[in-house]
């Protein structure tokens, strides 16, 4: 959705290392934000985000407007309906049905052999990885893995909102991880482990824990008692008013008995 940085940027170097032509598309999607305020808050730079992709050697930009995208009179929606309304399509009703719809529609009009996206968007990649096998889309989906900043926070366009206290404050999240990885290690069950790290983002004041969700790693549904296969930890804080999102995968604790 533009507002360009490195993390986007890593999707076009994997991009280039596997394609002949890479292709791009910015375009802030009015139909997976929950509020108007929401949207209209989103950063945007189209000038700086088609000079960084000129650079990268991009060869076509697509820049739609959302009289463009959308008919008038649009009916068809496109939605994984469970994946769509668990996690953090609870938190934010009508996201993913956005998100599903909008890709789709990009894929019909680019038609591409590969498309990338990042992980840090963790749901996001199941969600369109489910679309693309329930509609036989015939594109293959290359999640990259997240780009961080030197302090651990994910890169994301939503930090340009940030406050200089927020984001001082906002590792605090990828420091929850740290402690996850430990715990794991040490035999915790999923329960200890989102509790404690619930409390360590909850002891930072500018924090307002939204959802800190355990799940497997391939299916996203929950995990109970001991961990015995890979989780990702999907997290959704708010260093008011911006939301940021983070995830983390952990492999299961080897036996070495």
Excluded at 151 to 156: E, F, K, P, R
Aim: charged share 25%; glycine share 4%; with cysteine.
């Amino acid at each position: 959705m533009g507002y360009l940085h490195d993390g986007h940027m890593s999707l076009v170097r994997a991009a280039q290392a596997e394609n002949d032509h890479v292709v791009a598309s910015i375009f802030v999607n009015p139909t997976q934000f929950g509020s108007a305020e929401d949207l209209e808050k989103y950063p945007r730079d189209m000038d700086r985000d088609l000079a960084m992709l000129r650079d990268a050697g991009v060869a076509a930009v697509f820049t739609p407007t959302p009289d463009i995208m959308y008919h008038p009179d649009a009916q068809t929606i496109v939605e994984t309906t469970d994946l769509a309304n668990k996690l953090m399509g609870a938190l934010r009703p009508g996201h993913f049905r956005g998100v599903a719809t909008v890709v789709t529609k990009l894929f019909n009009l680019f038609q591409p052999d590969r498309a990338y996206f990042g992980e840090k968007d963790y749901q996001q990649v199941a969600v369109i990885r489910t679309m693309v096998r329930d509609l036989d889309i015939p594109v293959d989906i290359r999640p990259i893995p997240t780009v961080r900043e030197a302090d651990g926070l994910a890169m994301s366009s939503r930090n340009a909102r940030l406050s200089p206290d927020a984001r001082a404050a906002a590792p605090i999240l990828w420091q929850s991880f740290d402690m996850a990885r430990d715990l794991v290690a040490t035999g915790a069950t999923s329960d200890e482990i989102k509790s404690a790290i619930w409390t360590m983002i909850d002891r930072e004041p500018l924090a307002r824990v939204e959802t800190v969700d355990i799940q497997d790693a391939i299916t996203l549904d929950p995990i109970t008692g001991p961990i015995d296969r890979d989780i990702v930890i999907l997290l959704a804080v708010t260093f008011d008013p911006v939301l940021l999102i983070d995830q983390c995968v952990i492999p299961a604790q080897k036996d070495l008995t």
